[in-house]
C-alpha cells in the first residue's frame, strides 16, 4: 500500500472521448482516484475522433466538471473540421496556451506531489513545467506517439531546418523532466538515442482489462447476427481511429482483392477519423465491406470477439514511434492479429507469435488474411497465444501498481 499523493494531469484527451490517449489518460486518473489518491485533471473539451466538438461542451472557454471522482478541467480549444498540417499545429499549439491558466489555478489549488502530462500534445509540456516549478512538485511527461518524428516521416512537415530546430527544442524539453515513461521497449530505447538518461526512462505500457473482454469461442455474437453476417463467412475486423498515419487506405484494397477472390471474407471497418472519407470512397461498390460507427464501451468485448481476424495497418515509417493501441484489445480477445510492421520493429515483436506479420503493403495483408481465412485451426492457436500474452503483459492492475510504484520512488 502505497501514500496517497496529489496528483495534477494535464492531457489534451479525456472522457467521454472513447478511443486513443483519452482511454488510458481517463482510466489512469480514475483508478488513481480509486486508490486513494486526489487526481484533478487539465484537459481539452471532448472532440476527437470526429474533429469536432461534442454536442453540451464548449470549444470557446474554461469549464470544470467533476466525472468518478476526478475533478476535470477543461481548457479552450481551436479544433479544425478538417485537419492539415499546419491547422493541426495550430490546434495542439491551441491547447498549450490556453491550458496554462487552467493549470497553474489547479496546482496553485492541489498543491500537487506530481504533475503528469501526456504527449501528445508536447504544446502543453512547458504548461506542466511551469505548474510543477510553481508548486515544487516532480515532473512526469508520459509520451503515447513521438509526434515530431511522426509529423516529419508522413509528411505533415517539411524542412531540414524546421526538423532540426524541432528535434533540438524536443531534446530540451524531455530532459526537463524528472521521468519520461513511454508505452514500449523500442519506445523506451528511441527515447535514449534522444539523449534522455536510462536512470530517468521507464516503460509505462497501455493496458487492457482482460476480465473485461471475454474470450468466445465461437464469433456467433448478437452484433454479428445484427449485421446479417452468416456462419460461414470469415470477418476480418478493423475497430479504432482512422487517421493518416495507419494506411487505413489499403484496407479497401485488400477488401477489393478477396471480393474477387475469396468470397467468404467480409470486412468490418468500425470506427471514425480523418481518413474514413478515403476508405469509404474507396470501398465503394464492394459487397464485402460493412462500416459500423465507433461502438459504446459495453459493446467492445462483442466487436472483438465478432472478429475471426483483427487487422492492424500501420505505415512503416510509424512502426517505431507509436504502439497502436488497440493491440492489446485484439490479444485479450482471443483472435489472431495480421499487423503491417516492419521486421524487427516493436510493433512486430509485440505481434509475433499471436498472429502475422507483414511488410506494410496491401498485397502482403491480403496474402495473410487469406491463408488465415482457410485455417481455423491456425488462427485459434494464434488467438489463445494471443489472449494469454495479454493477460502477461498488458493486465490493468499490474500496470497500474507498477505506475504507483514509480511514484513512490520519485517522492523518496
Request: charged share 20%.
Amino acid at each position: 500500500m502505497f501514500s496517497p499523493k496529489r496528483i495534477l494531469i494535464v492531457a489534451l484527451n479525456y472522457a467521454p472521448e472513447l478511443v486513443g490517449c483519452a482511454k488510458y489518460t481517463t482510466e489512469l486518473a480514475e483508478d488513481l482516484a480509486c486508490r486513494g489518491h486526489k487526481v484533478e485533471v487539465v484537459c481539452a473539451p471532448p472532440y476527437y475522433p470526429h474533429w469536432r466538438v461534442l454536442a453540451g461542451y464548449s470549444g470557446a472557454r474554461w469549464t470544470s466538471e467533476h466525472i468518478n471522482g476526478v475533478r476535470v478541467n477543461r481548457a479552450p480549444l481551436y479544433v479544425p473540421p478538417r485537419p492539415t498540417g499546419l491547422k493541426r499545429i495550430i490546434h495542439l499549439a491551441s491547447f498549450g496556451l490556453s491550458a496554462g491558466p487552467a493549470a497553474v489555478f489547479a496546482a496553485r489549488r492541489l498543491r500537487p506531489d506530481v504533475v503528469f502530462t501526456v504527449a501528445p500534445t508536447l504544446a502543453s509540456s512547458m504548461t506542466a513545467l511551469l505548474s510543477a516549478q510553481i508548486t515544487g512538485a516532480k515532473k512526469w511527461l508520459h509520451i503515447q506517439d513521438f509526434e515530431v518524428d511522426a509529423a516529419f516521416e508522413l509528411g505533415l512537415l517539411g524542412s531540414a531546418r524546421s526538423r532540426a530546430f524541432a528535434l533540438k527544442a524536443e531534446k530540451a524539453l524531455l530532459n526537463s523532466f524528472d521521468i519520461v515513461s513511454t508505452i514500449s521497449p523500442a519506445m523506451a530505447a528511441l527515447l535514449g538515442s534522444k539523449g534522455v538518461p536510462t536512470n530517468r526512462v521507464v516503460e509505462f505500457r497501455n493496458w487492457v482489462d482482460v476480465d473485461a473482454i471475454s474470450m468466445h469461442p465461437e464469433s456467433a455474437t448478437n452484433l454479428r447476427a445484427e449485421l446479417q453476417i452468416g456462419p460461414d463467412k470469415v470477418v476480418a475486423l478493423y475497430s479504432g481511429n482512422m487517421a493518416a498515419k495507419q494506411g487505413i487506405e489499403m484496407l479497401a484494397e485488400v477488401a477489393r482483392g478477396a471480393a474477387a477472390s475469396n468470397p467468404k471474407l467480409v470486412f468490418l471497418f468500425c470506427g471514425d477519423g480523418p481518413a474514413k472519407g478515403e476508405l469509404e470512397h474507396r470501398s465503394s461498390g464492394l459487397g464485402n465491406v460493412r462500416f459500423l460507427p465507433l461502438q459504446p464501451l459495453e459493446r467492445l468485448s462483442e466487436l472483438l470477439a465478432t472478429a475471426d481476424i483483427h487487422l492492424l495497418p500501420q505505415r512503416p515509417e510509424a512502426a517505431d514511434l507509436v504502439l497502436p493501441s488497440k493491440l492489446t484489445g485484439m490479444l485479450a480477445s482471443g483472435r489472431p492479429v495480421v499487423a503491417m510492421a516492419p521486421n524487427g520493429s516493436g510493433l512486430a515483436q509485440e505481434v509475433e507469435g499471436c498472429g502475422i506479420v507483414v511488410q506494410p503493403t496491401a498485397p502482403a495483408m491480403a496474402e495473410a488474411v487469406f491463408a488465415l481465412s482457410n485455417n481455423p485451426t491456425l488462427r485459434k492457436e494464434l488467438g489463445t497465444q494471443g489472449r494469454r500474452r495479454a493477460e502477461e503483459r498488458w493486465r490493468k492492475s499490474a500496470i497500474i501498481d507498477g505506475f504507483e510504484r514509480h511514484l513512490s520512488e520519485l517522492q523518496s
